[in-house]
């Protein structure tokens, strides 16, 4: 039982929390930024062959994943029991691990991009930063942070599945951030034929022909109208992260009481 309950919350202790997690999460700390580079410069590198450019959202795709499933390292060699009667409180080692992976694990992945683009552009000043390629010219779209916030929800059911469930974690927390995945992309595509169904009517009715740039703007259009739902997803995203922050903190009082 640990019986630090009663007593005040200590910065310090959340760093000897840090100091317990450190070996089991240092291949992870080593790794994120090596992958997160090598996918980064893949991807630069696709940017200015047009053909190639595919590859290149594939490999820059594969950055939020890395990010979504960070928490699945907690599955290795945690020691429940042991993590129990560590000397610091359950506000305390929620702390550490909402910390690490909410502000560690996106310096690691999108603080690495953001660096490895930034120096890109300037050895080859010439050339679009990735980012303003892929977002504003194959997506059509510019998002602002509150869009972002769904980014936030994957990776805190993951958290909370590997803090709340006690046999096959990994395969249940992956479910769980899965199926967050799932239900935003199917709301998305909904509106989106939605959308696609009214332009449609629209152009028949008006009798408009469809034109060689048909396909970009029909995207730009699609995604100017999806930014009212957008900020409502990202405003339940935000609901919904604090929701979760507060059911990772119980998950880790139930078993550390």
Known sequence: MNNCDGRRFSWRHVGLVGRYYYPMLR?????????????????????????????????????????????????????????????????????FIVAYFFVAVPLLV???????????????????????????????????????????????????????????RTVKSIAVAGASLGAMAMIGGMYSMVVAFKRGYEDGMCGRDMNPDFK??????????????????????LVAFVFMSWRCYVAIRNYQE
Request: with cysteine; glycine share 6%.
């Open 27 to 95: 291949p992870q700390i080593i790794w994120y930024p090596v992958v997160a580079a090598l996918l980064t410069i893949v991807a630069y590198a696709c940017s200015w062959v047009e053909w190639l450019q595919p590859v290149g959202i594939a490999a820059i795709g594969i950055l939020p994943f890395m990010f979504y499933l960070a928490p699945l390292m907690l599955t290795r060699h945690d020691d429940r029991a042991l993590t129990s009667m560590m000397p610091a409180t359950a506000l305390e080692r929620w702390a």
């Open 110 to 168: 999108y603080g690495v991009e953001s660096v490895v683009m930034f120096v890109a552009s300037l050895v080859f000043p010439g050339h679009e930063s990735l980012r303003q390629i892929y977002n504003e010219r194959v997506l059509g779209v510019n998002p602002s942070w509150i869009y972002d916030c769904g980014e936030c929800v994957p990776p805190i059911l993951c958290l909370w599945g590997v803090l709340y469930f006690k046999t096959s």
């Open 216 to 237: 970009e703007e029909f995207l730009q259009e699609t995604f100017s109208q999806l930014s009212p739902l957008f900020v409502i997803i990202g405003v339940m995203s």
